[in-house]
Structure formats: structure tokens, C-alpha cells
């Protein structure tokens, strides 16, 4: 067969599944799908003699603590769409970069761990990814702009995929059970500020999906997602939506900024605020999910929690959250990251990387058009 004809022959093949998705994708919105993120999704476990120690130390804290994450983009890679990422200020550096877990492990006579910043990141000033600052800082990656360009890496290489969300938690304050620990500078709208600006520095306005692109016309966001507002996915693929994770902040990130006009993120905002188009229902119940669902919200809700679950392959909370109308579903155990003790993983039954909305989509939406399938194996 002649060059141009295999060439032919491969458009008529892949043409009408490429027209299928390009139709479906401009009736389809952001907000009527669902897809799989991982939890605190930089973290990296802990060194063997540092684990030996928490493990002495706090047994019940350590089996919490007893989770890993690969690359963020080689979770990307494996079906995961929705990151979360904790940040602490540290506008000059070296904030972080001596935790006390590595003399607490010289004192107990334990092996010495392999350093956790060879490269002296965590001197560098600017904002740091960690978990709980002197004990559990081995992060995939340290620099809050450095996690950032992995995502931008990956998006630009997949430039037809979903866009990914990406879950920001402010870090502040001290680690209750850590003596003399280090204290996390509180955020203030400033502090934010520098936050965005961290953001804006990686990505440009073309690849963000920010409030005011959903509010739109309209004065609030709560009227904009009543008007179902959110983009359509043949706007948003290849895009980032940043979502601050923790209640409680929202009134500081927005001062100076009604409605979340200017601002990058979106607040986990109580319903019914001038802010409100994003909100977390980490345990809430079906019902109280898909009300907020239907009234336009993006929900986010987690399927587990401090390895319970995969300890004994309870899936009774991952399956009530895969019945309800929560788009992002979170999980410790993503599509390509199992259970180590169990069969407990999180990935939808029919293999797909996201699938419609089982409250919302609208008739006639098909999974399979929306980001393909899991990579063999997964």
C-alpha cells in the first residue's frame, strides 16, 4: 500500500472518533465530569531509619504517614488528573532545611537516612512543599515552582488531556506533636500575593482556568455556576485550575478581591459566598454532595483516609463517593499506585482516566471520548 494511501487510511479510521469527541467536547462542562486526584500527591514516604523512628516514637501517627506518591508527572501519566500540593513560606530559604527527624535519629543510634535536599533547594527562598515541617519533608519535589513546571511539562506534552486541578494547602503554625518544632509563618492576603505571582511566574493567563474566566458577566460566582458557566472542555483542555484546599483562608485570600475577581485560585469557599464555586465535602454524604453538585459546584471528596481503608480493603466510602456527583474524587491510591497490603485501589470500573458525571452529565455523554483509557496494566 502507497504512502498516501495508509495515510488516508488512518484519517478515515481515527477522523470520526476525533469529530465524536470535538462535538461532545462543546456541550460537555468542566463541572460534569469526574476524575481521580491524589492526596498530598508530592510525598514521598519516609527514609528507612526515619521511619523506624516515628514508627517507636508514635505507631498510630506513622501508620497515617504510610503512603508514597511517584513523580507527579508519572501520576499524570498513570490516569490521576486532580494534585494536591502543601506549601510554606519561606521567602528567604533555609526555613526548612535542617528538620529535627535527622538528629532524633542520630540520638536514637539509627543508621543515617541519605540527605533529603542534596541539592540545597530547601536554601533557595520562595515557596516549599513538604508535609509536616521537621519530621515528614521528603517531598518529589521541593520548590512549590518546581512541582509547578512538572505540571506544566506534562500538560504541554498532553495538550488534548483534561485539565488538571490542582489542590494548593497553606501550611501554618507548628506540629503539635514535634517538640520546639520549627513554626510556619501564617498567610496573609500579602503572602498570597506572592503565591499567585509563583503561579503567573510558571503559567500564563492562556492556560489558567481562574475565577474570572468562570464568573464571567456575571457579579458573584455562586450566580455564574447556577448559570452553569463553567468552560466547556473544548476551552479547557491542556489548562490548570488551582483550587486552595483548607476552609478557613478564603476571606484572606480575597480581601481586596470580590468575588475572586484578579485571583488565581479558587477558594474552598462556603456555598452560597461571592467566592463560592469550589467547596471540599471530604466526608460528606451522598445526598449532601450531589445537592451542592446540582446546584453547580465543583466538589471535591476523599475515598480514604490514613491508609484505613487499604489496610483492609474497605471500599465502602470510595464506592459512595464514585455513586455521587463529586468531580474530584481523592485517594492515597490512585489507578497505578495499589494498596500494598491489599487490593484497595481507586479507578473507575470501566478503566477510563474520567468518566460523566453520574449526577449531571447530561444523556448521551460517553466516557470513553473524554481522556481515553488507563495505560495496560493500571
Known amino acids: 500500500m502507497r504512502r498516501f494511501e495508509i495515510a488516508a487510511l488512518a484519517f ?28 498530598n500527591s508530592y510525598h514521598k514516604g519516609f527514609a528507612p531509619s526515619e521511619a523506624k ?38 521567602p528567604k530559604g533555609g526555613k526548612y532545611a535542617h528538620p529535627k527527624v535527622v538528629e532524633q535519629v542520630k540520638e536514637a543510634g539509627l543508621p543515617a537516612d541519605p540527605d533529603f535536599d542534596p541539592n540545597h533547594e530547601m536554601d533557595k527562598p520562595g515557596f516549599k512543599v513538604l508535609h509536616m515541617q521537621d519530621v515528614d519533608q521528603r517531598s518529589q519535589c ?51 500575593d506572592r503565591v499567585d505571582a509563583e503561579i503567573r511566574s510558571v503559567f500564563s493567563e492562556s492556560e489558567l482556568i481562574t475565577p474570572d474566566m468562570v464568573r464571567g458577566k456575571y457579579a458573584t460566582l455562586p450566580e455564574a455556576i447556577k448559570a452553569n458557566n463553567w468552560p466547556t472542555l473544548d476551552k479547557a483542555r491542556g489548562k490548570v485550575v488551582f483550587l486552595i484546599d483548607q476552609r478557613g483562608k478564603e476571606e484572606t485570600y480575597v480581601a481586596g478581591h470580590p468575588a475572586g475577581k484578579g485571583r488565581v485560585m479558587f477558594t474552598n469557599a462556603v456555598p452560597g459566598h461571592d467566592d463560592a464555586a469550589f467547596t471540599e465535602m471530604n466526608g460528606g454524604s451522598k445526598a449532601e454532595i450531589d445537592a451542592l453538585v446540582k446546584d453547580g459546584y465543583l466538589v471535591r471528596a476523599r475515598t480514604d483516609e490514613g491508609t484505613k481503608e487499604a489496610r483492609t480493603n474497605d471500599t465502602k466510602r470510595r464506592d459512595e463517593v464514585f455513586a455521587s456527583g463529586a468531580q474530584l474524587v481523592s485517594t492515597d491510591y490512585p489507578p497505578s499506585e495499589p494498596s500494598q497490603w491489599t487490593p484497595f485501589v481507586v479507578k473507575f470500573p470501566g478503566g477510563e482516566v474520567a468518566r460523566c458525571n ?21
Open 358 to 378: 453520574p449526577i449531571i452529565a447530561p444523556a448521551g455523554c460517553d466516557s470513553k471520548k473524554l481522556d481515553g483509557m488507563l495505560p495496560a496494566g493500571k
Open 142 to 192: 521541593h520548590l512549590f515552582v518546581d512541582c509547578l513546571k512538572q505540571v506544566k511539562g506534562w500538560s504541554k506534552a498532553h495538550p488534548k488531556a483534561l485539565p488538571v486541578f490542582l489542590l494548593i494547602e497553606t501550611k501554618e503554625g507548628s506540629e503539635r506533636n514535634v517538640p520546639n518544632a520549627t513554626v510556619a509563618t501564617p498567610f496573609t492576603t500579602e503572602t498570597f
Open 12 to 39: 478515515a479510521v481515527c477522523a470520526p472518533m476525533a469529530f465524536a469527541q470535538s462535538a461532545q467536547d462543546k456541550q460537555i462542562h468542566l463541572n460534569q465530569i469526574q476524575v481521580i486526584g491524589s492526596h
Open 53 to 90: 523512628w516515628l514508627e517507636q516514637k508514635n505507631p498510630a501517627g506513622f501508620r497515617s504517614l504510610d503512603y508514597r506518591h511517584a513523580p507527579l508527572a508519572d501520576q499524570l501519566s498513570g490516569g490521576v488528573r486532580q494534585l494536591e500540593i502543601d506549601i510554606f513560606d519561606d
